[in-house]
Protein backbone atom coordinates (compact mmCIF):
# COMPACT_ATOMS: atom_id res chain seq x y z
CA UNK A 1 0.00 0.00 0.00
CA UNK A 2 1.35 3.44 -0.67
CA UNK A 3 1.47 5.70 2.41
CA UNK A 4 -0.88 8.46 3.01
CA UNK A 5 0.44 11.48 5.16
CA UNK A 6 -0.36 15.04 5.95
CA UNK A 7 1.02 17.26 3.15
CA UNK A 8 4.65 18.91 5.02
CA UNK A 9 6.89 21.71 3.58
CA UNK A 10 9.65 18.56 1.89
CA UNK A 11 6.31 17.19 -0.39
CA UNK A 12 4.74 20.61 -1.44
CA UNK A 13 6.69 20.67 -5.01
CA UNK A 14 6.21 17.32 -5.65
CA UNK A 15 2.46 17.57 -4.75
CA UNK A 16 2.27 21.11 -7.20
CA UNK A 17 3.78 18.81 -9.92
CA UNK A 18 1.40 16.10 -9.06
CA UNK A 19 -1.75 18.35 -9.59
CA UNK A 20 -0.71 19.88 -12.99
CA UNK A 21 0.03 16.35 -14.62
CA UNK A 22 -3.07 15.06 -13.20
CA UNK A 23 -5.23 17.94 -14.99
CA UNK A 24 -3.57 17.43 -17.58
CA UNK A 25 -3.94 13.91 -17.79
CA UNK A 26 -7.87 14.27 -16.65
CA UNK A 27 -8.74 17.01 -18.48
CA UNK A 28 -7.44 17.25 -21.92
CA UNK A 29 -9.78 17.75 -24.12
CA UNK A 30 -12.02 19.80 -21.44
CA UNK A 31 -10.32 22.20 -20.73
CA UNK A 32 -8.40 24.49 -23.57
CA UNK A 33 -5.21 23.60 -24.42
CA UNK A 34 -3.92 26.83 -23.19
CA UNK A 35 -5.42 27.07 -20.07
CA UNK A 36 -3.18 23.42 -19.15
CA UNK A 37 -0.32 24.96 -20.88
CA UNK A 38 -0.39 28.02 -18.39
CA UNK A 39 0.50 26.12 -15.30
CA UNK A 40 3.67 27.28 -13.26
CA UNK A 41 5.07 24.71 -11.21
CA UNK A 42 6.86 27.18 -9.08
CA UNK A 43 3.88 29.49 -8.99
CA UNK A 44 1.61 26.27 -8.05
CA UNK A 45 4.37 25.13 -5.30
CA UNK A 46 4.08 28.74 -3.38
CA UNK A 47 0.51 28.47 -3.54
CA UNK A 48 0.61 25.36 -2.08
CA UNK A 49 2.61 26.20 0.41
CA UNK A 50 0.86 28.94 1.50
CA UNK A 51 -2.42 26.86 2.25
CA UNK A 52 -0.15 24.56 4.33
CA UNK A 53 1.28 27.24 6.85
CA UNK A 54 -2.51 28.74 6.84
CA UNK A 55 -3.88 25.67 8.19
CA UNK A 56 -7.20 26.87 6.57
CA UNK A 57 -7.15 23.22 4.81
CA UNK A 58 -6.28 19.73 5.88
CA UNK A 59 -4.06 18.33 2.88
CA UNK A 60 -3.10 14.79 2.43
CA UNK A 61 -0.96 13.17 0.03
CA UNK A 62 -0.19 9.71 -1.50
CA UNK A 63 3.29 8.74 -1.96
CA UNK A 64 5.28 6.15 -4.53
CA UNK A 65 8.81 5.69 -3.34
CA UNK A 66 8.66 9.85 -1.97
CA UNK A 67 6.77 11.04 -4.77
CA UNK A 68 3.78 12.77 -4.50
CA UNK A 69 0.78 10.38 -6.83
CA UNK A 70 -1.99 11.73 -5.34
CA UNK A 71 -3.56 14.21 -2.85
CA UNK A 72 -6.79 15.73 -1.29
CA UNK A 73 -7.36 18.62 0.24
CA UNK A 74 -10.66 19.72 2.75
CA UNK A 75 -12.32 22.25 4.95
CA UNK A 76 -14.75 24.52 5.80
CA UNK A 77 -16.91 25.00 2.50
CA UNK A 78 -16.68 27.98 0.85
CA UNK A 79 -19.95 27.83 -0.44
CA UNK A 80 -22.28 29.81 1.13
CA UNK A 81 -25.07 27.96 -0.73
CA UNK A 82 -23.68 24.86 0.82
CA UNK A 83 -26.13 22.68 2.87
CA UNK A 84 -23.17 21.56 4.80
CA UNK A 85 -20.21 22.60 6.53
CA UNK A 86 -17.38 21.07 5.14
CA UNK A 87 -16.18 20.73 1.38
CA UNK A 88 -13.55 18.78 -0.29
CA UNK A 89 -11.42 21.33 -2.33
CA UNK A 90 -9.49 18.81 -4.38
CA UNK A 91 -8.72 14.68 -5.10
CA UNK A 92 -6.70 13.45 -7.64
CA UNK A 93 -4.44 10.73 -8.48
CA UNK A 94 -2.01 9.81 -11.45
CA UNK A 95 -4.35 7.85 -14.01
CA UNK A 96 -1.59 5.11 -13.48
CA UNK A 97 -2.92 4.57 -9.77
CA UNK A 98 -6.79 4.60 -10.90
CA UNK A 99 -9.04 1.60 -9.51
CA UNK A 100 -5.76 1.12 -6.95
CA UNK A 101 -8.16 1.89 -3.92
CA UNK A 102 -5.67 5.24 -2.72
CA UNK A 103 -8.56 8.14 -4.00
CA UNK A 104 -11.14 6.40 -1.40
CA UNK A 105 -8.20 6.42 1.38
CA UNK A 106 -7.16 10.08 0.42
CA UNK A 107 -11.24 10.80 0.47
CA UNK A 108 -11.68 9.27 4.00
CA UNK A 109 -8.09 11.20 4.90
CA UNK A 110 -9.61 14.32 4.25
CA UNK A 111 -13.26 13.91 5.27
CA UNK A 112 -13.70 10.97 7.41
CA UNK A 113 -17.70 10.03 7.05
CA UNK A 114 -18.82 13.59 7.48
CA UNK A 115 -21.22 15.11 5.44
CA UNK A 116 -19.44 17.34 2.69
CA UNK A 117 -19.64 19.20 -0.50
CA UNK A 118 -17.62 19.43 -3.51
CA UNK A 119 -17.75 20.67 -6.75
CA UNK A 120 -16.96 18.31 -10.53
CA UNK A 121 -16.99 19.26 -13.57
CA UNK A 122 -19.38 18.41 -15.54
CA UNK A 123 -19.64 15.74 -18.27
CA UNK A 124 -16.97 13.53 -16.50
CA UNK A 125 -18.52 10.42 -15.70
CA UNK A 126 -15.41 8.54 -14.10
CA UNK A 127 -15.23 11.06 -11.58
CA UNK A 128 -19.20 11.63 -10.96
CA UNK A 129 -19.27 7.73 -10.24
CA UNK A 130 -16.43 7.36 -8.17
CA UNK A 131 -18.21 10.27 -5.82
CA UNK A 132 -21.71 8.10 -6.09
CA UNK A 133 -19.93 5.72 -4.99
CA UNK A 134 -19.16 7.67 -1.83
CA UNK A 135 -22.24 8.17 -0.79
CA UNK A 136 -22.53 11.80 -2.94
CA UNK A 137 -25.41 12.87 -5.42
CA UNK A 138 -25.71 16.02 -7.41
CA UNK A 139 -27.80 18.17 -5.48
CA UNK A 140 -28.80 20.47 -8.81
CA UNK A 141 -26.27 23.55 -8.21
CA UNK A 142 -23.75 24.57 -11.12
CA UNK A 143 -21.20 27.25 -11.90
CA UNK A 144 -18.11 27.66 -13.75
CA UNK A 145 -14.95 27.00 -12.42
CA UNK A 146 -13.02 30.22 -12.77
CA UNK A 147 -9.68 29.05 -13.60
CA UNK A 148 -10.68 26.93 -17.19
CA UNK A 149 -14.53 27.87 -17.25
CA UNK A 150 -15.56 24.66 -17.32
CA UNK A 151 -18.89 24.42 -16.03
CA UNK A 152 -19.34 22.56 -12.62
CA UNK A 153 -21.61 21.20 -10.29
CA UNK A 154 -21.91 20.14 -6.32
CA UNK A 155 -22.69 17.34 -4.70
CA UNK A 156 -23.03 16.51 -1.82
CA UNK A 157 -22.90 13.58 0.99
CA UNK A 158 -25.51 14.88 2.79
CA UNK A 159 -25.13 12.32 6.00
CA UNK A 160 -22.31 11.32 7.58
CA UNK A 161 -21.40 7.63 6.76
CA UNK A 162 -23.49 5.02 9.04
CA UNK A 163 -25.23 8.77 11.51
CA UNK A 164 -28.40 9.80 11.13
CA UNK A 165 -28.74 12.88 9.19
CA UNK A 166 -29.42 15.24 11.72
CA UNK A 167 -25.85 16.32 11.53
CA UNK A 168 -26.42 17.88 8.22
CA UNK A 169 -26.71 21.84 8.46
CA UNK A 170 -29.77 23.21 7.36
Keep these: M??????????????AECHIDCWRESY???VPDHVL??????????Q??????????KTFVALDHGVVIGFSSSGPT??????VDRELYALY????FHGSG??????????GPDPVALWVFDDNPRAEAFYRKSGFDAD???????????????????????????????
Excluded at 78 to 83: E, K, L, N, S, V
Design 102 to 111: IATALLDAAI
Design 37 to 46: AAFDVDKRAE
Design 28 to 30: RGM
Design 140 to 170: GARRLEPFSGVMEVRMIRRQALGTAPDRVRE
Design 2 to 15: HPIRELGANHVRSL
Design 78 to 83: RDPGAP
Design 93 to 96: LRGS
Design 48 to 57: WERIRRSGTA
